[in-house]
Structure formats: C-alpha cells, structure tokens
C-alpha cells in the first residue's frame, strides 16, 4: 500500500481542515488506516484509526473535534478537523495496517504516507 496525504495547511485558531490521504492497492478495504501527528522533537503521536468496519478510535485531545472517515470506493481516508487549536499544529501522517484490530501505536503500522503540515495560529 501506498500512502498520500493531502489537505494540511495554515488556519486560525477555531478554523477547519480536512486531511485526506490516497490510498493505492487493491485490498484497501481490509486495511485499518490512521492518522498521526508530530511536533519538532517530539514522539509521533496517535490522533486516529478506522477499522474495515468503521469502529473508530481516537486520542482524547480531539474527540468531539476531528472526525476520521474513509471511502473504500475511492481508497480514501480523511480527517476532518473542527475546532483546530495551537497545540494541534504539527506534521500529521496517514498509516495502514493489513488487520481489523484498532491500534494507536505507531510500531502497529507498517505503512506511512509522506506527511501534510497543519499550521494553527493563536
């Protein structure tokens, strides 16, 4: 599988932003796809993951705020993002694994895309 991601850029606090991230391969729709994040020193931190059968999962500090969606027909994954504050400035990275099971590790994910900058300002 092949990652790209799209979508990042500069916003002000209280804005919106969707990510998406293009998917190659024909068995995207087995794939659990996420989506992380990371700041300049910092660890990559897990913001969202979607399962085959739409479960969902993600870090309190964007619940309510960011939804994470996919379209199987179109091998697209999004993270739509409300709300946006300062400290959700970062480079967020989309990711795929080929199992059902729901993870917010990054070492789970075998699959990275490139990355897309989401610039916050206060």
């Known amino acids: 599988v092949q990652l790209q991601a799209s979508g990042g850029g500069l916003v002000q606090a209280g804005g919106s932003l969707r990510l998406s991230c293009a998917a190659s391969?024909?068995?995207?729709?087995?794939?659990?796809m996420a989506w992380f994040r990371q700041t300049p020193g910092k660890e990559r931190e897990f913001v969202a993951a979607?399962?085959?059968?739409?479960?969902?999962i993600y870090v309190d500090s964007v619940k309510g705020r960011f939804t994470i969606s996919r379209d199987n027909a179109k091998n697209m994954v999004y993270l739509q993002m409300h709300s946006l504050k300062f400290e959700d400035t970062a480079v967020y990275f989309c990711a795929a694994r080929s199992t059902d099971v729901l993870g917010i590790r990054s070492t789970g994910y075998g699959y990275w895309g490139q990355g897309t900058q989401v610039t916050v300002s206060s």
């Open positions: 979607i399962n085959n059968g739409g479960s969902t």
């Open positions: 391969g024909r068995t995207f729709g087995s794939y659990t």
